[in-house]
């Protein structure tokens, strides 16, 4: 079975400073991970994925992740907070290599960005 | 607009009732799945069609609930009998044929059975 932990219910930063959102995960094989964000009512939207090559990831808005295959962990990264950053932040994975294509998700982590 | 668009929105029944919500994918996406999402919690996934070919069906989905996509174009999702439990907001994601595992996800229905 796979899963997908977020620690932390909320992050609070304040803008300007660098900001991170924790994402650890547990597959059986290798790891197909993804971070999408939700702002109030509007759906998920897609920020960055890993899948293979590089383990640092760019993706929308600034926003960038690691890949850490020995820590089994995504953790996503901004260098400068925005306020507009402040949504609802989900990390999700799928395995590799199989004929699932089902996404697990966490339980996602509220970010606020104060002024 | 040319992303995922699910209707209704929103969706308020009587236990008991059935409901059925609809999704249309990003034209040319041949995938698309259903999600449901409860408050507190991330997305958990239900189903998943490939062109009209119902490949994965969670646990999660039970008896009372069915999944369509015809033509492999939109899809249904219906629920029977509908019970206080299942409210929720359901949501919709597609993704192109090959080269991109990223899944598009659409606005959502959220239901609430009184």
């Known amino acids: 079975a796979q899963s997908v932990a977020q620690p932390e219910d909320q992050v609070n930063v304040a803008e300007g400073n660098p900001l991170t959102v924790k994402c650890t995960y547990s597959?059986?094989?290798?790891?197909?991970l993804f971070w999408y964000v939700q702002y109030p009512n509007r759906g998920l939207q897609f920020l960055l994925k890993?899948?293979?090559?590089?383990?640092l990831v760019k993706g929308s808005y600034g926003f960038e992740a690691e890949f850490n295959k020995s820590q089994t962990s995504f953790h996503l990264k901004k260098p400068s907070a925005l306020v507009s950053d402040s949504a609802l932040y989900s990390c999700a994975v799928r395995v590799l290599d199989t004929g699932r294509r089902a996404l697990t998700f966490g339980s996602g982590t509220r970010l606020q960005v104060q002024p | 607009d040319t992303g995922v668009s699910q209707n209704p929105r929103h969706k308020i029944t009587k236990r008991g009732q059935n409901v059925t919500f609809r999704c249309d994918p990003i034209s040319e996406h041949n995938r698309l799945y259903w999600y449901r999402q409860t408050l507190g919690q991330g997305p958990e996934f239900l189903t998943y069609?490939?062109?009209?070919?119902?490949?994965?069906k969670s646990r999660l989905l039970s008896d009372r609930f069915s999944a369509e996509r015809p033509k492999g174009s939109f899809s249904t999702l219906e629920i029977q009998r509908t019970e206080q439990g299942d409210s929720a907001m359901y949501l919709c994601?597609?993704?192109?044929?090959?080269?991109?595992?990223?899944?598009?996800f659409g606005p959502g229905t959220r239901l609430l059975v009184l």
């Open positions: 597959v059986s094989g290798n790891p197909y």
């Open positions: 994601a597609s993704s192109p044929p090959q080269g991109s595992e990223t899944q598009y």
């Open positions: 890993y899948i293979t090559g590089d383990n």
């Open positions: 069609f490939q062109n009209e070919a119902q490949l994965e």
